[in-house]
């Protein structure tokens, strides 16, 4: 069955620094992969999408790679803030799930910025 | 929009009772998600919904769950009877699937449930 793997030990960078955050999966070749930021005590907010056929993605301080493969997306934080400090969840698209929008979500890793 | 709506926020209650759990997608969504999430297992995928009709109900841990979407803009998620391991965050997500399944979920704030 698919798996996703997430580093399950806290990130904890120093502010200003880039976070780099990883998610595996095995079993699988995901046709796109998510990226969510999850606050504690609140439901997951999306951050970007990337194909397969993309390598890179962006959106302000945020860059998302995916490499098929090695079966592997890096998720990348630049210029790292302490509001940047949450749970980051990385999801893929359900084995099977056609076009129906199906995520299977990792573990995630809780990123703490230190001031 | 107000967002994904889920009610109750929080609720508390003995094993063997029924919990009814509820949720308001956004409006114009088409796709449902009800996920679970606890510590030891993360975010699971319960069962979800495209145009009000269940289309993959693999992820119910047992009979005791069942989900309803009786119209585009409620669905339900029952629990029936409780037991102390049902106990986790139960969020509720909605989508506009286009079709390519390349689709952004928008969750609910979730509901805590602890059964005792």
């Known amino acids: 069955s698919q798996k996703i793997e997430q580093n399950s030990e806290a990130l904890n960078i120093q502010e200003g620094k880039t976070a780099t955050l990883t998610c595996n999966y095995t079993n699988y070749s995901p046709a796109y992969l998510q990226w969510y930021r999850q606050d504690p005590g609140r439901g997951p907010v999306f951050l970007l999408l990337?194909?397969?056929?993309?390598k890179e993605k962006r959106k302000e301080r945020l860059k998302v790679t995916f490499d098929t493969t090695l079966k592997q997306s890096l998720f990348h934080i630049t210029a790292s803030q302490p509001a940047d400090s949450a749970t980051y969840l990385c999801?893929?698209?359900?084995?099977?799930?056609?076009?129906?929008?199906?995520?299977?979500f990792g573990q995630g890793t809780t990123l703490q910025v230190k001031p | 929009d107000a967002g994904v709506i889920q009610s109750p926020r929080h609720e508390v209650t003995e094993m063997g009772q029924e919990v009814t759990l509820r949720c308001k997608p956004i409006?114009?969504?088409?796709?449902l998600f009800w996920y679970r999430q606890t510590m030891m297992r993360g975010l699971e995928l319960l069962i979800y919904?495209?145009?009000?009709?269940?289309?993959?109900d693999s992820g119910m841990p047992e009979d005791r769950f069942s989900a309803k979407m009786p119209n585009a803009s409620f669905s339900t998620l029952k629990i029936q009877p409780s037991e102390p391991r049902d106990s986790a965050v139960y969020f509720c997500?909605?989508?506009?699937?286009?079709?390519?399944?390349?689709?952004?979920?928008?969750f609910g704030p979730g509901t805590r449930l602890t059964v005792t």
């Open positions: 409006s114009g969504h088409n796709s």
């Open positions: 990337i194909r397969e056929n993309e």
């Open positions: 999801a893929l698209d359900g084995y099977g799930s056609g076009n129906t929008g199906k995520l299977i």
């Open positions: 919904f495209n145009n009000n009709v269940p289309i993959d």
């Open positions: 997500a909605s989508s506009l699937t286009s079709g390519s399944g390349v689709d952004e979920q928008y």
